[in-house]
């Protein structure tokens, strides 16, 4: 089985060596340089990958991969598409061929897309960018996918147990080009649900509140919108943009629809615990804490966020139990946050305070 990575690089020369480095299970690496000045294409071609310069212009995410794809050559196997910034961990190759059997067109691993400050796992999910040779086109100018555009229905995506992409991401690049690119997107197929999610998103981020509000609320009127899960999340961060226009009502209600639509996910039980606690509404935070934990098994796809898996639940509920003069109960919860995060001072703090109250003789 032949098996080939892939990859675009633009002024990625402090990745180089550690990126040829996890990638040397492969039978063959190839790059697709975009406009590098720091010597990038010469470091990659002394550590043996095969690199192709081309600039692409307009700017497009998509167009920049199909043409890395194209330097693939045709009896590859499996071709897997990673950034530079990016490291699949030692075995990986053995751990894809054993599980890619006859009919497999794609698979899936786990994905660490970034790191807390004390190095522990951030935002977690599992992603799917090997495939087979042919039959795929990565589609979209940014946030791209790879869509299957082969003869007849797409094979079978297995899962890959054990199989790790670690994410160590350049904070210094910027992101000032996903929002006119996703605009582009979006402009380009009003009804993809997938990017209009994504647009919205980006507005958040740009602190652009109303322009969010009005795009989430149109991604869930899309009638390809079907996804409970990324329904949820429009609703979330609705209502932290309405959270910011002082519409605080309105975003609780929206986070109840959260809820109702994804109660497989702590994320919106802990979305409305934290508002809940920003009003000490204890009895709700209490509530939805122990709701959400409840859950015990993380999702594998991108809708996930690292706190609600973090100290966060349990910090939350202790001092909802806390405040409610529950003081037994609030000691073990904040054992299990000190347990999670044991250099945090202020939930050690709590702790040592909620065992006195509860050696006093509260409940």
């Not at 950034?83 to 059997?101: F, I, M, Q, S, Y």
């Not at 652009?208 to 149109?218: G, P, S």
């Not at 122990?290 to 001092?319: C, F, H, M, Q």
């Not at 003069?325 to 050690?348: C, F, N, Q, T």
Request: proline content about 4%; hydrophobic content about 35%.
């Amino acid at each position: 089985m032949k098996v080939c990575v892939y990859a675009i690089c633009k002024n990625e020369g402090k990745f180089v060596r550690r990126w040829m480095d996890s990638m040397r299970e492969a039978d063959g690496v190839y790059v697709l340089d975009t406009g590098s000045e720091d010597g990038s294409p010469e470091r990659l071609r002394e550590l043996g990958a095969t690199v192709v310069c081309e600039k692409i212009e307009p700017w497009r995410f998509d167009t920049a991969r199909n043409r890395s794809l194209e330097l693939v050559p045709g009896d590859a196997d499996i071709c897997i598409c990673t950034d530079l910034d990016e490291l699949l961990h030692p075995g990986w190759r053995r751990l894809l061929e054993n599980a890619w059997k006859p009919g497999t067109t794609r698979a899936a691993y786990r994905y660490t897309w970034n790191f807390n400050p004390d190095g522990s796992e951030g935002h977690v999910f599992w992603t799917e960018k090997a495939h087979s040779r042919f039959g795929y086109k990565w589609t979209h100018p940014v946030h791209e996918i790879l869509t299957w555009i082969g003869e007849g229905r797409e094979g079978n995506k297995v899962y890959v147990e054990g199989m790790q992409l670690d994410h160590r991401a350049d904070d210094t690049k910027s992101r000032a080009q996903y929002l006119p690119l996703l605009e582009l997107s979006v402009a380009e197929d009003p009804e993809d649900d997938r990017n209009m999610h994504y647009l919205g998103r980006e507005y958040y981020f740009h602190g652009r509140w109303e322009d969010a509000v009005i795009t989430l609320k149109r991604h869930l009127t899309l009638p390809r919108a079907v996804w409970p899960d990324e329904r949820c999340a429009s609703m979330r961060y609705m209502a932290r943009c309405l959270v910011q226009l002082g519409r605080r009502g309105e975003a609780l209600a929206w986070l109840y629809r959260a809820v109702a639509e994804a109660p497989h996910l702590r994320e919106p039980y802990m979305e409305a615990a934290k508002l809940l606690y920003q009003s000490e509404d204890w009895d709700g935070v209490c509530f939805f804490t122990r709701e959400a934990l409840k859950i015990t098994e993380r999702v594998r796809t991108y809708i996930n966020d690292s706190e609600s898996w973090g100290p966060l639940p349990y910090d939350l509920l202790s001092l909802g139990l806390y405040y409610t003069g529950r003081y037994a109960e609030a000691v073990e919860a904040a054992e299990k946050a000190s347990e999670l995060a044991p250099g945090d001072e202020r939930i050690a703090k709590n702790l040592l305070l909620m065992r006195r109250k509860a050696e006093e003789g509260g409940a």
